[in-house]
């Protein structure tokens, strides 16, 4: 599992709120971590072996969609979804 520690950063400000989110390394939850890679700039390539580290996470960039869960009565700020850029035409 990758732990992400992940800032938010709205209207140009450097200094965004931490939220936190996981890649976990299971058959049901590889789609989320091929969503952070190509979210941050990876092209995937079909039947391509990758081997993906928490070091590969290191000063990514790219944008998501945050949800507010409530958990034990708590609100926290979640990652929704990571946004895939469009494909540039070549």
Known sequence: MVELELRIITNGSGK?????????FTDRAFWKIDAFRRATGDLLLPGELVVFNAADAIDRTGRLILTIETFKGRRRNKVKQYVIPPEKPF
């Open 16 to 24: 965004g709120p931490l939220i936190y989110d996981s890649l976990v």
